[in-house]
């Protein structure tokens, strides 16, 4: 079981290296509970977000992105400070990789593999 990610800086045209990222687990109409936060490595990636012990339970649960920070890091604006992508976990799946591909003002995400 696993849940990873791959940022892309695609106007710098690097990976987005030491980004802040969170998975949280919608646990309740109002709640959501934090799994487990990370930064992005040399390549951006976070190449196991689920910690170890926890199962990858049906449900929903959602990867948020701190592109605020990185940006800022970088000298420049963003217009989403924080990206928020949120996907089903149903019958029968175990894995998920889900890239960002993300400039200063819009980004792009896809179920990767």
Known sequence: MRISTHVLDTVRGVPAV????????????????SLASAETDRDGRCSQLLPEGEPLSLGTYRLAF??????REQGMRCLYPIVLVTFIVQEGETDFHIPLLLSPHSYTTYRGS
């Open 18 to 33: 030491g980004m802040s990222v969170s998975l949280e687990r919608h646990d309740s109409p109002a709640q959501w509970r």
């Open 66 to 71: 701190n592109t605020g920070s990185y940006y």
